[in-house]
């Protein structure tokens, strides 16, 4: 905002300067046409965007020269270097007033340390930087600075008046344009007697076309009409009836010499400089001469093409100005000139040789005036700080110094708190994207694992890798689609919180509060104190993260409650990587931290706490209206293959704190040269200043995606034209989602106690401590340890222990070493104890008849193949339930009962870890484990899971009856433990 104020209110000075200019030379010039474009550059020069801005040093003082030239502007002196989409920021200090503020620091300095405050505007403050001395003020910089100490407030104000007008000046524009259309509704067209008339005229005039001429039956003035619309000239039909032939002519004549100098078009620049300007009375006074000089230009063009007929054009215009009765207000039209006007008017008709033209040396010297003034717009208001540095260009502050004036600013503030919410948005760029990932996911299912080969021919993934493969495509679809449903890409694109967190840091403690429901937002998450009675109702809502420099361990992290965790959830650990919640664009001084094995890049710390090897200074750039000093750092070993790194560009403003206003990321050579446009960066875009120190609190960070449907044109064409790929130029990246982290409260110097941030987990709750790897439960007696995990279960490719049972139940004894040479299917059993198969439910005779059916064919299918089935059952099964449960299967295989151990039954811990109430595993004819349940229960099993649904065609996510569901489940199992088992069989027999 603040640059947009200096562009608007320096184009208004240089209107006004040009508009002195113009009185001036009137005197001298009598050209209506000269002083006409004259005038015109100054309501052009109102609404020009200039692009050379030489900055004015304004209430300067103890400067022993002119102030210094501005570098480059940001856009010219960095474009070369990378393709960037760079996004301008206007929510920084008024620099016209940032020398004045000196005035005020003094009695800042007394003022308390401790501010909290509701952020909502942009900060327009600004100081010297730290360490330097300044003069005592004068008694205007002081009345000056008074007003700039109010903030937003003032420049707040009178933006608002500024706006309401402009919006008030548009909307009366547009409802008498609007007015006026509704009364053209009643014209008629004139005969085709008086058109000829007129196009014969304007044949005369060197016109190539001719407005429509229209009679309207009111007492309006003769008029021209273009307004978002064909040009017509509207003639009042009653005034035609009083006037002879010669008149008409001339009166036709003055109209087309309106359309053919364009005054038309210049009533559409005088409706928006009005607008925009409507404070300014330079330009009411511009308008009304502009009306002056179209009129004598106008009449010139007459009197020039019709030399006989002065007397008549006189008259008509005697007739014509008084055949109104009042001024007309139609915002848009052009018309025959006022009644002020009248008899300077017709003594120039009958008296003077009127000019309408302009000579070559005029047309010349005009284009130089509106060449050096469109293009140039005046800064003002340099401050002593940037008018120090520009005496001597060549001294910058080495790396040290900024780094350190970045940790004392913030040192000033510790500890503090502040809570941010953050507002992310996904453009068409997002959305597109996703629907070309969506269309390549689909894709893959369409394949077969043959069909992925390197270009050698090898084939990339056996059968099970492909399945996770197609799996993970099928996961990531169904992901795809559901964000590309019509209100989910609405609501992409109009933006949503994501997150509300609350921070507080001192350096050396740290601790993040948010929702574990981002849509609670009416949790309160200020501190407060972790007491037991405030934990059960507080604590299942939030999560934190809370770390202590010196404690061990320093980190406590709190996942709330949950269906697996009613009590909750938490974590105590040494390790950084392991605190996944740590996430904030805001710098909270935590360089004391030994948190580098692993930072997000966008973080503020993370870009100015590095080794002061890792930076360069560029030099001084213009950015934002400031002054800053352009840091190059690379953080990032230079990669192996591709022989690039990351290089982050950083451009800190020296005034407030070495704050970064912008951070962008590229990769480039080992030269440092740039190889690829800017595809992140960062950008702060308002500072507020609290006590003698500065803090960003609205933060944006953009990042950029492939440009999918550029990549999708490029491919067709290189399939259509048979084109080598590399021919074609890169496409550039384009603008993806976006983050704004805005400040919603924030307190300078708020301590806190230490138990809130050392406090104990709620009662009940499980947690697990990294340093001894066990897991605990709070509130427990002694804090004693769980008891001791089991072994983890065993792998494929690992031998098969033998089988450890109390006994078999046909008395036969069986080991995996006789049986070496078979397929094994060991079966783990659980829960036939306790079921009566005689009094089976009504409700699950279906289900359990199904399963029936399932395992009997599957043990029929392969029985006959070879496989040998084996079952073991936990210690203390009794063998009639055993046998009750052979006979409801209606099939046996030889079944074992397992040896009682503390943990459970033995065998099954062994090869499982874990109780199971049913779990298989195969076991190959080498003796070692082939394929496990297990294996189908994690992750990968979950997109095997998928795939084979995928391969059967049955939806998993469907409403379907349980019945229907239990059925699906079967078949798609049976697949899976086939599959399995024909490869086992297949690759063994080879």
Not at 333 to 338: F, K, R
Not at 836 to 842: F, K, L, M, T, V
Request: glycine fraction near 6%.
């Amino acid at each position: 905002m603040d640059l947009l104020w200096k562009l608007l209110l320096s184009n208004a000075v240089i209107a006004g300067c040009l508009f002195a200019l113009v009185l001036l030379v009137r005197r001298w010039v009598k050209n209506p046409a000269v002083l006409h474009l004259l005038l015109l550059l100054v309501l052009i020069k109102l609404i020009t965007p200039a692009v050379w801005y030489p900055q004015i040093a304004l209430f300067a003082t103890n400067t022993e020269s002119p102030a210094a030239q501005s570098e480059p502007a940001f856009s010219q002196g960095i474009a070369s270097e990378s393709n960037s989409h760079r996004r301008s920021s206007a929510e920084s200090g008024l620099t016209v007033l940032n020398s004045l503020k000196e005035g005020l620091n003094n009695r800042e300095t007394a003022a308390p340390r401790t501010t909290k405050t509701n952020l909502t505007s942009s900060s327009t403050t600004g100081s010297a930087p730290p360490g330097e001395v300044t003069t005592q003020p004068t008694w205007s910089e002081r009345l000056i600075s008074y007003f700039a100490g109010q903030k937003w407030r003032f420049a707040s104000f009178a933006f608002l008046i500024w706006g309401v007008g402009t919006v008030v000046c548009f909307l009366t524009g547009t409802i008498r344009i609007l007015r006026f259309r509704k009364l053209l509704k009643h014209v008629q067209p004139a005969s085709a007697e008086l058109q000829q008339r007129a196009c014969a005229l304007g044949e005369r005039i060197g016109l190539k076309s001719v407005p429509r001429v229209e009679l309207i039956p009111g007492a309006i003035s003769p008029l021209l009409w273009a307004f978002c619309s064909r040009a017509r000239i509207i003639l009042p039909e009653s005034l035609l009836q009083e006037l002879n032939d010669a008149e008409i002519e001339t009166l036709l004549l003055h109209e087309l010499a309106h359309y053919r100098r364009g005054d038309h078009c210049v009533r559409l620049l005088e409706f928006i400089t009005t607008g925009l300007y409507w404070w300014y009375p330079i330009v009411w006074w511009v308008r009304r001469e502009i009306r002056v000089t179209e009129e004598a230009c106008c009449d010139a063009w007459v009197i020039q093409t019709e030399p006989a007929k002065r007397r008549a054009y006189a008259e008509v215009l005697v007739k014509a100005t008084g055949f109104v009765s009042q001024a007309q207000r139609i915002p848009a039209a052009t018309g025959m000139g006022s009644q002020r006007i009248l008899e300077q008017r017709l003594t120039s008709i009958m008296r003077d040789s009127l000019k309408h033209q302009i000579s070559r040396r005029g047309k010349f010297l005009l284009a130089l005036v509106a060449l050096m003034l469109l293009s140039l717009a005046p800064l003002p208001g340099t401050s002593r700080a940037e008018t120090r540095v520009a005496e001597k260009p060549d001294r910058l502050p080495s790396v040290e110094t900024i780094l350190n004036g970045y940790r004392d600013n913030l040192q000033r503030l510790l500890p503090l708190e502040m809570t941010y919410q953050v507002l992310i948005k996904e453009n068409m760029n997002c959305i597109n994207n996703d629907r070309q990932q969506l269309r390549d996911a689909e894709l893959m299912t369409t394949l077969k694992h043959t069909d992925l080969k390197t270009p050698d021919g090898k084939v990339v993934y056996n059968e099970l890798q492909f399945a996770y493969v197609v799996g993970e495509s099928l996961r990531r679809a169904e992901e795809l689609r559901a964000s590309l449903t019509p209100d989910r890409i609405k609501s992409r694109q109009e933006g949503w919180i994501s997150d509300r967190s609350y921070f507080w840091s001192d350096g050396k403690s740290f601790q993040r509060r948010w929702p574990g429901n981002l849509k609670n937002s009416e949790l309160d998450l200020t501190p407060r104190k972790l007491t037991q009675a405030a934990l059960p109702h507080y604590f299942k809502s939030i999560y934190v993260l809370s770390a202590i420099k010196g404690a061990t361990p320093p980190y406590r992290v709190w996942f709330g409650a949950s269906s697996s965790f009613p009590q909750g959830q938490g974590r105590i650990t040494d390790d950084f990587n392991r605190v996944t919640s740590y996430k904030t664009r805001a710098p909270l001084a935590v360089s004391q931290f030994p948190w580098d094995e692993k930072q997000d890049w966008q973080h503020l710390d993370y870009f100015m706490t590095r080794s002061t090897e890792d930076y360069k200074v560029v030099g001084w750039r213009n950015f934002q209206g400031r002054r800053t000093i352009v840091l190059d750092g690379c953080f990032t070993p230079i990669h192996q293959q591709t022989g690039l790194r990351n290089r982050y560009r950083i451009w800190v403003d020296p005034e407030r704190g070495f704050l970064p206003l912008r951070m962008e990321m590229t990769d480039v050579n080992t030269q440092g040269q740039a190889v690829r446009e800017v595809y992140r960066y960062l950008e702060v875009e308002q500072i507020d200043q609290f006590a003698d120190s500065y803090y960003p609190v609205k933060i944006h960070f953009q990042n950029y995606t492939v440009d999918s449907p550029g990549i999708q044109k490029q491919n067709e064409k290189i399939r259509e034209n048979n084109l080598d790929p590399k021919s074609l130029t890169p496409l550039p990246l384009v603008p993806g989602r976006s983050e704004i982290w805005t400040v919603t409260s924030f307190t300078a110097n708020k301590t806190m106690e230490q138990n809130e941030l050392a406090w104990e987990f709620p009662q009940g709750a499980v947690y697990w401590n990294d340093l001894d790897g066990k897991k605990y439960v709070a509130g427990r007696p002694e804090q004693g340890p769980l008891p001791a995990s089991p072994p983890p279960p065993l792998q494929p490719g690992t031998p098969a222990p033998p089988l450890q049972v109390k006994a078999w139940l046909n008395g036969k004894s069986q080991t995996l070493e006789a049986l070496r040479g078979k397929v094994v299917f060991l079966l783990f059993i659980d829960g036939i104890q306790e079921t009566d198969y005689s009094q089976i439910p009504a409700d699950m005779q279906k289900p359990l008849e199904q399963m029936r059916n399932f395992m009997k064919a599957f043990h029929a299918k392969y029985s006959e193949k070879g496989v040998v089935f084996l079952e073991v059952h936990p210690p203390g099964t009794e063998p009639d339930k055993i046998r009750a449960f052979h006979q409801f299967r209606q099939f046996e295989t030889p079944a074992a009962i397992d040896l009682a151990s503390q943990q459970g039954g033995k065998t099954n811990i062994l090869y499982n870890g874990v109780d199971m109430d049913l779990n298989f595993l195969l076991i190959g004819r080498d003796g070692h484990i082939a394929f496990t349940q297990q294996s189908l229960e994690n992750e990968q099993g979950e997109l095997y899971y998928r795939y084979v649904a995928n391969k059967l065609s049955i939806p998993i996510h469907e409403n379907i009856s349980e019945e229907e569901a239990m059925k699906n489940g079967m078949r798609i199992l049976e697949y899976m433990v086939s599959e399995q088992l024909d490869q086992v069989l297949a690759v063994e027999k080879e």
